[in-house]
């Protein structure tokens, strides 16, 4: 038997096998598997920041969105309630169309611009604010009450030592004497609200029977639809603020327009309380637009801006008593402002110092300003600015001392107030003008 040959490999290898003993760093060996290189590192960072900053936008503007829509919401909601608040009390008014029968005015309206507090003695330009007494029908709910309050205080004063328990049996007693008539009347008036903000207010009012009086002083009482100025030592504000209740709160305005027999349209933006506040005297007062003040009986009450402004259809003390030439608004135009809840975010920040006579004010960020851009009004403590437009920052073209306001100096730092304006009408079934009479 032939041994097989062993025959050469046809093709030698160029390169030994790899061993496990092959070193690293040996060329021959295989690149082994490397970590990421420090710029690798740095774009997948970027990447991520990216995505993470893009996220948190998202975040921040959905809730900015929420945030935005809940304010909205309350804000739609406190308007809603104000308006129905105030249109409910504007119905009770009374008044007859023509009192012919009548020998005595009974169902007079006065609305008198005074300034707000009704302090005794105010300061020169002081802000105004309207104050209005009238006439109304009064639910029996509402009579109730006036009448449980005035039987207490009879009590009191001839018993002072009996029991609660006492004084509810005796009150029940004593109402089935009193009869209920219906019929009342009302003070309705905006003051400045507790608080550090000056430029919230409130709405207040007041209920009574007809000839209801009040304790002034030692033996001297007073019925507050006898005194002829609000706030005058015949009627201290003190007083007034003690017979009065809020409302509505957390407002920045109130405002009634009353359309009278010569009233063609209800004005602009600027509305009646800043039409009468810049005009001297009754004669420059265009009667085309609404009127700020009102006496229904045209007795002489409203002469000056002491006792609340000149009414152009005053006939004087002789026309106090007599029912034949009295006048009613046609229609009564209200405006209102309501602030938005002291929790969201303010809807401008003063950036900078603003001096009284001042035509500019800088905003800390006017791109998140809630205002209109090209114009609109904004309240800062207590005053009403109007401006003509916003300008990056700033807002310029500023009137000041709008709608009865006082112009002052506002600090850095201070709120820019917006709120949400509503406007409506509420018509007067019993309106009659001077020729109806």
Not at 282 to 293: C, E, H, M, N
Not at 355 to 366: A, E, Q, R, S
Not at 372 to 392: A, N, Q
């Given at each position: 038997?032939?041994?097989?040959?062993?025959?050469?490999?046809?093709?030698?290898?160029s390169?030994?096998?790899?061993?496990p003993?092959?070193?690293?760093?040996?060329?021959?060996?295989?690149?082994?598997?490397?970590?990421?290189?420090?710029?690798?590192?740095?774009?997948?960072?970027?990447?991520l920041?990216?995505?993470?900053?893009?996220?948190?936008?998202?975040?921040?503007?959905?809730?900015?969105?929420?945030?935005?829509?809940?304010?909205?919401?309350?804000?739609?909601?406190?308007?809603?309630?104000a308006?129905?608040?105030?249109?409910d009390e504007?119905?009770?008014?009374?008044?007859?169309?023509?009192?012919?029968?009548?020998?005595?005015?009974?169902?007079?309206?006065?609305?008198?611009?005074?300034?707000i507090?009704?302090?005794?003695a105010?300061?020169a330009?002081?802000?105004?604010?309207?104050?209005?007494?009238?006439?109304?029908?009064?639910?029996?709910?509402?009579?109730?009450?006036?009448?449980?309050?005035?039987?207490?205080?009879?009590?009191?004063a001839e018993?002072p030592l009996?029991?609660p328990?006492?004084?509810?049996?005796?009150?029940?007693?004593?109402r089935?004497?009193?009869?209920?008539?219906?019929?009342?009347?009302?003070?309705?008036w905006?003051?400045?609200?507790?608080?550090?903000?000056?430029a919230?207010?409130e709405?207040?009012?007041?209920?009574?029977l007809?000839?209801?009086k009040?304790?002034?002083?030692?033996?001297?009482?007073?019925d507050?639809?006898?005194?002829?100025?609000?706030?005058?030592?015949?009627?201290?504000g003190?007083?007034?603020?003690?017979?009065?209740?809020?409302?509505?709160?957390?407002?920045?305005?109130v405002?009634?327009?009353?359309?009278?027999?010569r009233?063609?349209?209800?004005?602009?933006k600027?509305?009646p309380?800043?039409a009468?506040t810049?005009?001297?005297s009754?004669?420059?007062v265009d009667?085309?637009?609404?009127?700020?003040?009102w006496?229904?009986?045209?007795?002489?009450?409203?002469?000056?801006?002491?006792?609340g402004?000149?009414?152009?259809?005053d006939?004087?003390?002789?026309?106090?008593?007599?029912?034949?030439?009295?006048i009613?608004?046609?229609?009564?135009?209200?405006?209102?402002?309501v602030?938005?809840p002291?929790?969201?975010t303010?809807?401008?920040?003063?950036?900078?110092f603003?001096?009284?006579?001042d035509?500019?004010?800088?905003?800390?960020?006017?791109?998140?300003?809630?205002?209109?851009?090209?114009?609109?009004?904004?309240?800062?403590?207590?005053?009403?600015?109007?401006?003509?437009e916003?300008d990056?920052?700033?807002?310029?073209?500023?009137?000041?001392?709008?709608?009865g306001?006082k112009?002052?100096?506002?600090?850095?730092?201070?709120q820019v107030?917006i709120g949400?304006t509503?406007?409506?009408?509420?018509?007067?079934?019993?309106?009659?003008?001077?020729?109806?009479g």
């Amino acid at each position: 038997m032939r041994r097989p040959l062993n025959r050469p490999l046809s093709r030698p290898l160029s390169k030994p096998l790899s061993t496990p003993c092959s070193r690293p760093g040996d060329g021959d060996a295989p690149a082994r598997q490397r970590g990421f290189t420090l710029i690798e590192l740095l774009i997948v960072m970027g990447i991520l920041s990216g995505f993470l900053l893009m996220l948190v936008q998202l975040v921040d503007g959905g809730l900015r969105l929420f945030r935005d829509g809940e304010t909205s919401q309350a804000l739609a909601d406190r308007s809603s309630r104000a308006q129905r608040v105030i249109t409910d009390e504007l119905n009770q008014l009374r008044g007859s169309t023509t009192a012919r029968d009548r020998e005595q005015v009974l169902d007079r309206l006065v609305v008198q611009m005074l300034p707000i507090g009704l302090p005794f003695a105010a300061e020169a330009g002081a802000s105004r604010v309207q104050v209005l007494r009238a006439a109304v029908h009064l639910l029996p709910a509402r009579e109730l009450q006036i009448i449980d309050t005035l039987l207490v205080g009879q009590i009191l004063a001839e018993s002072p030592l009996l029991e609660p328990a006492q004084i509810q049996l005796e009150v029940k007693k004593r109402r089935q004497t009193e009869p209920l008539r219906g019929v009342g009347n009302m003070m309705l008036w905006a003051a400045r609200q507790e608080g550090e903000d000056d430029a919230l207010i409130e709405l207040r009012a007041g209920w009574f029977l007809p000839g209801q009086k009040f304790p002034l002083g030692p033996n001297q009482f007073v019925d507050p639809f006898q005194a002829i100025v609000p706030g005058s030592d015949q009627l201290p504000g003190m007083l007034i603020r003690e017979i009065t209740v809020p409302i509505l709160t957390d407002l920045l305005h109130v405002e009634f327009g009353f359309w009278s027999q010569r009233t063609t349209t209800w004005g602009d933006k600027a509305g009646p309380l800043q039409a009468m506040t810049s005009h001297g005297s009754s004669d420059s007062v265009d009667l085309t637009k609404p009127l700020a003040i009102w006496d229904s009986a045209r007795g002489g009450w409203l002469v000056d801006d002491f006792s609340g402004g000149e009414f152009p259809f005053d006939l004087g003390p002789m026309s106090e008593h007599d029912a034949s030439d009295d006048i009613h608004p046609h229609a009564i135009m209200v405006r209102c402002v309501v602030a938005q809840p002291a929790e969201a975010t303010p809807e401008g920040l003063l950036n900078g110092f603003v001096g009284k006579d001042d035509k500019t004010l800088t905003l800390y960020d006017g791109t998140t300003f809630l205002g209109s851009r090209d114009g609109g009004f904004v309240k800062i403590d207590g005053e009403w600015l109007r401006y003509g437009e916003v300008d990056g920052d700033r807002l310029i073209g500023l009137r000041r001392g709008q709608r009865g306001t006082k112009p002052i100096v506002h600090e850095s730092g201070t709120q820019v107030h917006i709120g949400r304006t509503i406007e409506f009408v509420v018509p007067i079934l019993h309106a009659k003008d001077d020729w109806n009479g």
